[in-house]
Nanobody, 123 residues
Framework: QVQLVESGGGLVQAGGSLRLSCAAS????????AAWFRQAPGKEREFVTS????????YYADSVKGRFAISRDNAKNSVYLEMDSLKPEDTAVYYC????????????????WGQGTQVTVSS
């Protein structure tokens, strides 16, 4: 079992930045690929970005490419999401997720989830 806890969400103006953190506990986190998803009100949960177990590979949704950056620190059992140039359409609850296999962009592929952290971008 892997337990995930997100933090760092909040209210920010358009064009601003936020850094989300995801702290993992339980099994060795370095054995898991990690991802960030988001869900806006009335919409399905959507893939944002993922990172491989070692951090050497990353993948981004087109909507955030060039603005968001995922990273991880396995020594701290943590994954991060740096969000720059935020837009109102980035407003959502952001979730951290973990899976044994890297390269999955479907939420169904992730067995472990955090509780989510709210990000609100005002125009």
């Amino acid at each position: 079992q892997v337990q995930l806890v997100e933090s760092g969400g909040g209210l920010v103006q358009a064009g601003g930045s936020l850094r989300l953190s995801c702290a993992a506990s339980g099994r060795t986190f370095s054995g898991y690929a990690a991802a960030w998803f988001r869900q806006a009100p009335g919409k399905e949960r959507e893939f944002v970005t993922s990172i491989s177990q070692t951090g050497s590979n990353t993948y981004y949704a087109d909507s955030v490419k060039g603005r968001f950056a995922i990273s991880r620190d396995n020594a701290k059992n943590s994954v991060y999401l740096e969000m720059d140039s935020l837009k109102p359409e980035d407003t959502a609850v952001y979730y951290c997720a973990a899976a044994l296999v890297y390269g999955i962009s479907s939420a169904q592929g992730y067995a472990y989830w955090g509780q989510g952290t709210q990000v609100t971008v005002s125009s």
